[in-house]
Structures are given as C-alpha cells and as structure tokens.
C-alpha cells in the first residue's frame, strides 16, 4: 500500500513538474513578446517639446498607404511608420491632399533626417533620407519649423 501511494505520489510531482516548466516558458515567451511590442503599443510621441497622438503604420500594407486620401490632420496628430529592420525608406505624397513634414528616427531614437513642407504636388518625386532609420514620422508642414527640430533632437513613444 506504501508503495502504491508513493507511485501515485511521484506521478503527480511528475506531472506538476512538467506544467509548472510549460507554465514557465509561456510566461517567458509572453515577457519577450511585450518587450519587443512595446514600440508597437506607442499611442503618442513626443518631439520637440509636443505630444503627438499618433496612428501606426505596422505592417506594410499599412505603410505604403500611410496617409494618402486622408483630408487633414490635427495639429497634435500624426502617423508613426514602424518598421522592422533599420533601413533607408523613402516617402512620396502620392493620393495625398495636404502637405506634411517627414521626420526619419533612429533606433536610438534620435531625429536622423527631416524634409519640409512636402506637398501632394511633389509626386511623383520621393524623398530619402541619406541615412538609416527604422521610425519614420509624418506630421502637418510647417510642425519642424514652428518647433525648430533638427537632426539630432532626441524623440520619447509614449504609451
């Protein structure tokens, strides 16, 4: 009988072990996946002293539509471009109906290159920063100069 109720014993502390482990690496792999989605989960930047609500553009569907056939934005509004290698990733207005400044960010978070004033008549032209960025940020023309942002400035996402 001892023997029987160890048995059943060793059964259970097996079992526990087993899903206390499985337990364990989805708590890991839910950890990993909130660290590298929390960029993802950004509602607002901050730039220049301005708190920006922003869209995200995730995925690149989302990406080359960006804001075309848009009518405007707010001037606390904006679209933030999210993507996942650094590189260099040029812009055109094309289906655009307002004019927007383009802010290219770093994975240091620091403003790398900007363009001013783009307006819909520029396409098909398109602008590319000559360095690599992995965030790129679009807001109303004229934001950059009213806020005297330059490279270098240092950019906060905000949950």
Sequence with gaps: M???VLTINNMNLKKFSNYF???IFILIIIFINKNNNSIKNTKYVKIGGEIIKVDLALTPTEQ?????FRENLKNDEGMLFIFDNVGIYPFWMKDMFF???I???????RVISIK???TPESFPEIFTPN???KYVLEVNALFLEKK???EGDKVEFLP
């Design 21 to 23: 482990i499985v337990i």
């Design 2 to 4: 001892v023997g029987i």
């Design 131 to 133: 360095k690599n960025s």
């Design 99 to 101: 004019p927007i400044d």
């Design 64 to 68: 080359e539509n960006g804001l075309s």
């Design 103 to 109: 802010i290219w960010i770093n994975e240091d978070l």
């Design 116 to 118: 001013e004033n783009v």
């Design 148 to 150: 005297n942002l330059k």
